[in-house]
């Protein structure tokens, strides 16, 4: 998920993510959804497919990025590393929005 986002235009003069390390992250996590849709989620998935059609895999991998982010973000060293930004937001600016 990272090696992905780091492609944006925003984002990718900070992250140097080479052809050869995205084309390895995507294998992993295709590995990955396979493994999940296939082995250890199949009931799960052949009930969803019955149930919700096929928009269901969709559904899959945008909780999955949904869940990698949530954790990405919640984890002590990235919280750490964006403590320092509360410093640099103009709250007194923000608060005479909010009233």
Same mark, same amino acid.
């Given at each position: 998920?990272?090696?992905?986002?780091?492609?944006?235009?925003?984002?990718?003069?900070?992250?140097?993510?080479?052809?050869?390390?995205?084309?390895?992250?995507?294998?992993?996590?295709?590995?990955?959804?396979?493994?999940?849709?296939?082995?250890?989620?199949?009931?799960?998935?052949?009930?969803?497919?019955?149930?919700?059609?096929?928009?269901?895999?969709?559904?899959?991998?945008?909780?999955? $990025?949904?869940?990698?982010?949530?954790?990405?973000?919640?984890?002590?060293?990235?919280?750490? $590393?964006?403590?320092?930004?509360?410093?640099? =937001?103009?709250?007194?600016?923000?608060?005479?929005? =909010?009233?």
């Amino acid at each position: 998920m990272f090696s992905a986002a780091a492609k944006h235009p925003a984002v990718k003069d900070l992250v140097n993510v080479t052809p050869e390390i995205l084309e390895n992250s995507n294998k992993k996590m295709g590995e990955l959804m396979t493994r999940l849709l296939t082995v250890s989620c199949l009931k799960e998935t052949k009930e969803a497919l019955k149930y919700e059609g096929n928009a269901t895999i969709e559904a899959s991998f945008n909780a999955l $990025g949904q869940v990698a982010g949530k954790e990405m973000f919640s984890h002590p060293q990235v919280a750490e $590393g964006m403590s320092n930004l509360e410093k640099y =937001i103009d709250t007194e600016t923000i608060n005479k929005l =909010i009233k």
